[in-house]
């Protein structure tokens, strides 16, 4: 399918041929017919991708700030890849589409049916593209006498609408709009709709008479008029009610004519994107209310209401951006008088395309414009095709591999690692977004692209899978890997429960060839190496000290969501685990682990004691609570008169009973060593360098030490 694609680099646009998206669960796969440009927001977009580093910096302090953290904890070579990782990301463009549906995803039968009409929002879903998946809380059925073009303004809508929701208009209420773009012509027919008597202000002269004609009160040409007289007057010297800016500037003058503008104690609602520097004096006095809209309403910016469909209790929340999106498009019904009336916000109807010519007059502002529709009706799709992907005349001694997920992590750290090994041949790519696949597709050099993940075990080419998913779904398609007789490398956790470990294990076991490694890379670091064989020749126990100084991950990352991530436990304490695990040498026998408390505790800062059958100790702490310039892992172990030390796999230290070591080096986790032994046993069909039952141990132990956590106890193995 034809995708509108802009690079985060250079900031240069195309549409582009990438795979076409395939349904999931609680989502619907739409064909798009018609999608707004929305022509202020879409516009700060492209220009942004278009500033040079400095000018992205500059612009983006606090994105800065993160990167600058993110250096001082892991290195700047790290942190370097991890940028240019992010920056040579596709961005789709588009949130505001309209279109039909054709399939419907699990959990949502019913609810939507094959051949229905909605509108979808959203930024990287309701996109510029010939189909979109979009998930429930993202859609709504558009109703008779709505056209499709109408509803591409559904997104739009609803954050105009919401807008005028937070401005509380009552019956006769007096209430200004600052900025006459799309945005503020649709708010200002909200505000009319709801009975307020409505001044548009402005300084472009023809948008002012659109807004005239579309049932504003007054208008005031900002460039030729004294607002505050005319308010005055029109007020009887109250001044306005509230006040809508809804202008793009970085200016902030839109906030000295609200002051000027305002009654006591007036709600001053911000929804376009300006200088925010308010006279203090004059908004003091008058005791104005600033409210910044949260764009489409409750619900946005909600992991769980957008992502997984989370429903908000009405009798709380009545209006949220599901419904303010049903209810704006509603409301352009031709059935209704009076109504929302879009039709003559439609500058330009273009076919997708011409969608490179449409974005050039936009950002050059060649010609006058307000909504630009891109029509769809041209474009021939057939959502059930397969695509046709290149084979291989030979696999012999080559590890043919089909890598699931390429997020930042697989972009910027194992898919260079592997695309430099001889003996791989990177076949297929398959991600959720048919833009990213075909984007990596063309980064590493892989022969195809898709957004269907089956498609990798179905191929007979292809002898082996990485996963590099979001955690829930490791296990699943670990076992329908190995049932499909493929061997796998699993990125951490294999698992986030029994239920799902023994699914892997049963697969493992009907496996005559296949088998499976986990990304637990620690254990092939050079220095965890050489660390383990100067302790080798030691009889006795080992006692082991782990520090992990992880950094703090906000709550709403999906890391943390239970369902999704698992938690930092499960999704990355796996790591520390088994790396006592590989140290220790022989089997964990029992967890017991503890948690700081704290209102608001996200189960970050944990305490976990392991006991091996040979009697050694282990004792990880695991904190978000550190400063990160001391660095982040600090592992020690003693035994038999002989200490080691690794810090953060920069610094090997071995003393007492035989020879010290001593050594520096650069930071080698063992990314390169774990790829390279799991690649090499799949091209020689060799035995895998690493005990498989070691890595269900170190899952099983991890998923033990939450069941410690919850049980207050400790938990045998």
Request: charged residues 20%; glycine residues 10%.
């Amino acid at each position: 399918m034809k995708q509108v694609i802009q690079s985060r680099r250079t900031g240069k646009l195309a549409l582009k041929n990438v795979p076409e998206p395939k349904v999931k669960a609680g989502h619907v796969l739409v064909k798009t017919t018609a999608s707004l440009i929305s022509a202020g927001t879409e516009r700060m977009v492209v220009e942004f991708a278009k500033k040079s580093l400095a000018g992205k910096a500059k612009a983006r302090p606090d994105l800065v700030q993160k990167v600058l953290k993110k250096a001082k904890r892991d290195g700047l070579k790290s942190t370097f890849q991890t940028v240019m990782t992010r920056l040579d990301e596709p961005l789709p463009l588009g949130y505001s589409a309209a279109g039909e549906v054709i399939a419907v995803g699990r959990g949502l039968e019913g609810a939507f049916a094959v051949a229905e009409r909605v509108a979808m929002a959203g930024a990287g879903l309701a996109n510029h593209a010939e189909l979109n998946v979009v998930p429930r809380n993202l859609v709504a059925k558009i109703p008779k006498g709505v056209s499709d073009e109408e509803a591409a303004f559904g997104t739009l809508g609803a954050i105009a609408l919401h807008a005028v929701r937070n401005a509380e208009p009552r019956l006769g209420a007096v209430v200004a709009v600052l900025g006459m773009g799309l945005v503020g012509q649709l708010a200002a027919q909200f505000l009319k709709l709801s009975g307020a008597r409505v001044i548009a202000l402005d300084y472009d002269p023809s948008r002012l008479k659109l807004a005239k004609g579309l049932g504003a009160e007054t208008t005031v040409d900002l460039g030729k008029s004294d607002a505050g007289h005319i308010v005055s007057n029109i007020t009887g010297g109250r001044g306005c009610d509230a006040i809508l800016i809804a202008a793009a500037t970085t200016s902030n003058e839109p906030f000295i004519t609200a002051a000027e503008m305002a009654r006591d104690r007036a709600r001053v609602v911000m929804v376009g994107l300006t200088g925010t520097e308010f006279p203090y004096g004059e908004f003091m006095k008058k005791e104005l209310n600033i409210i910044i809209s949260r764009s489409y309403g409750p619900g946005r910016y909600d992991p769980d209401f957008e992502g997984r469909n989370v429903k908000y209790p009405e009798g709380w929340v009545r209006w949220t951006e599901t419904e303010n999106l049903a209810e704006s498009v509603r409301l352009m019904s031709s059935a209704l008088s009076p109504r929302l009336n879009v039709e003559p916000l439609i500058s330009h109807r273009m076919d997708f395309g011409d969608t490179e010519r449409a974005y050039k007059m936009i950002t050059s502002g060649s010609e006058p414009h307000m909504g630009v529709i891109l029509n769809y009706s041209d474009v021939k799709s057939d959502a059930n095709s397969k695509p046709n992907f290149a084979s291989l005349k030979s696999t012999d001694n080559k590890c043919v591999i089909g890598v699931i997920g390429a997020g930042s992590f697989a972009k910027s750290v194992l898919l260079p690692e592997l695309k430099r090994l001889p003996n791989v041949v990177l076949h297929t790519l398959a991600t959720q977004r048919g833009a990213t696949a075909d984007h990596s597709k063309n980064t590493f050099g892989f022969l195809n692209a898709t957004a269907d993940s089956d498609s990798l075990f179905e191929d007979i080419d292809i002898n082996a899978v990485l996963i590099a998913t979001r955690h829930d779904s490791h296990a699943a398609l670990t076992a329908q890997a190995l049932k499909a007789g493929k061997s796998v490398l699993v990125e951490k956790p294999l698992a986030l429960n029994l239920e799902s470990l023994n699914q892997v294990i049963d697969a493992r076991n009907g496996s005559d060839e296949a088998f499976f490694q986990v990304g637990f890379n620690r254990r092939f670091a050079p220095m965890a190496i050489k660390l383990k064989q100067n302790f080798a020749d030691l009889v006795g126990p080992k006692i082991m000290n782990f520090r992990i100084n992880a950094g703090a991950i906000p709550g709403d990352h999906w890391v943390q969501s239970s369902d999704e991530g698992g938690g930092r436990v499960l999704g990355e304490m796996c790591h520390f685990i088994d790396f006592a695990r590989f140290l220790g040498g022989s089997s964990i026998t029992s967890v017991h682990a503890q948690a700081a408390g704290g209102e608001g505790s996200l189960c970050d800062d944990v305490c976990v004691s392991l006991q091996f059958s040979d009697g050694s100790l282990a004792t990880l702490l695991y904190t978000a609570q550190g400063d990160m310039g001391a660095g982040k892992e600090r592992y020690e172990i003693f035994s038999g008169g002989r200490n080691g030390l690794i810090k953060d796999f920069k610094r090997l230290e071995i003393s007492g009973a035989g020879q010290s070591v001593s050594e520096k080096s650069t930071m080698d986790k063992g990314f390169r060593a774990s790829l390279t032994g799991f690649t090499n046993s799949v091209a020689n069909n060799a035995e895998l360098g690493i005990d498989e039952f070691e890595l269900i141990e170190s899952s099983t132990a991890t998923i033990a030490a939450l069941e410690s956590l919850r049980q207050g106890k400790s938990i045998s193995i």
